[in-house]
């Protein structure tokens, strides 16, 4: 398809891993992000993977990358209510270097 | 702070008005790029420019248009509003005239609420 996508909500309990999801559209996109959105707040870079790479570990994130799916994922060890937020996909288009996000999904961290 | 700045943080006005959204990009950086964030449409790219000319175009109404200055900053410009263009307004930047393994760094966001 041509839109990145993701699924809109995710909740999970305090202390739980949290799993987010995202279909994106090239196969060819060099560069893939995953963005945090507090309320309020503009969209922070959290972590991103190149192409090349199957998993990209950074302290509690970890982030999958199955390149024949065109699947990723951002999993979130030990989650805090901090970690509420929405958290935006999003690929690098290989043709112009052009940025495609997803929707964003919301994940709710419940006490 | 990420060195993005967006003036001003909030902004009311009612239909029919011209609104001027303001955004210096990152030091360094060529690219500005204006997003619109309402909850029923989430992002949408509105348009790029880059070093001062415009480089791409994505889901810019008519009644908006934006330009990039010779000192980088860039202006977006909003006319004849209606309701439903209340949203929050994200200016990016970036280095070069494409993503780079950073991706795009975010403003704040201008939130326009029209009454």
């Known amino acids: 398809g041509e839109d990145v996508e993701q699924s809109l909500f995710l909740s999970v309990r305090e202390g739980d891993s949290s799993v987010i999801n995202c279909t994106y559209t090239d196969s060819s996109s060099t560069y893939l992000y995953w963005y945090k959105q507090e309320p309020g707040a503009g969209l922070q870079l959290l972590t991103y993977?190149?192409?090349?790479?199957d998993m990209k570990q950074d302290q509690r994130l970890t982030v999958l990358l199955n390149k024949k799916d065109k699947h990723l994922s951002l999993r979130i060890a030990d989650t805090q209510t901090g970690d509420s937020a929405i958290y935006f996909c999003?690929?690098?288009?290989?043709?112009?270097?052009?940025?495609?996000f997803g929707a964003g999904t919301r994940l709710t961290v419940k006490p | 702070d990420s060195g993005v700045t967006q003036t001003p943080k909030h902004l009311i006005t009612a239909t029919g008005q011209r609104v001027t959204l303001r955004c210096s990009p990152r030091s360094g950086d060529l690219s500005v790029y204006w997003y619109q964030q309402s909850l029923d449409q989430g992002l949408q790219f509105l348009i790029q420019?880059?070093?001062?000319?415009?480089?791409a175009k994505g889901n810019i109404l008519e009644r908006f248009s934006a330009q990039q200055f010779p000192d980088l900053h860039s202006e977006l410009n909003l006319s004849s509003l209606e309701l439903g263009d209340s949203a929050l307004y994200f200016c990016a930047s970036s280095p070069g005239g494409g993503s780079t393994n950073y991706g795009y760094t975010f403003g704040s966001g201008t939130r326009l609420t029209v009454v």
């Open positions: 999003a690929e690098s288009l290989l043709l112009n270097n052009d940025m495609r």
């Open positions: 993977i190149f192409s090349n790479m």
């Open positions: 420019y880059y070093n001062g000319e415009e480089r």
